[in-house]
């Protein structure tokens, strides 16, 4: 499985959200609102939920296995820095 594509969209209100991302897997399927959250630990990536009637909240798409889970968090997590570079480098 390769990741072909990653965009991410800043949060520009101050808050533990960072960025909104969406991926895409080999050309052919996309996964929408991943998100960048900053927590104690550092960056997260969240992989996109809904809340059930219970006020939990339930992944509705996820990697099954760490390996996969670190593959993606690290790709939407340096995109994320790359954004973060390009939007305070002063413009020409």
Do not use: W
Request: aromatic residues 6%; proline residues 4%.
């Amino acid at each position: 499985m390769d990741i072909t594509e990653v965009r991410l969209r800043l949060v520009k209100e101050p808050g533990k959200l960072k960025a909104a991302a969406s991926i895409t897997i080999d050309d052919c399927f996309v996964v929408h609102d991943l998100r960048v959250v900053e927590t104690e630990g550092g960056l997260f990536v969240a992989m996109p939920n809904k809340r059930m009637g219970t006020g939990e909240f339930r992944d509705v798409a996820h990697p099954i296995n760490n390996s996969t889970r670190d593959y993606i968090a690290k790709l939407v997590i340096d995109k994320y820095k790359e954004e973060l570079e390009r939007a305070s480098a002063p413009q020409e």
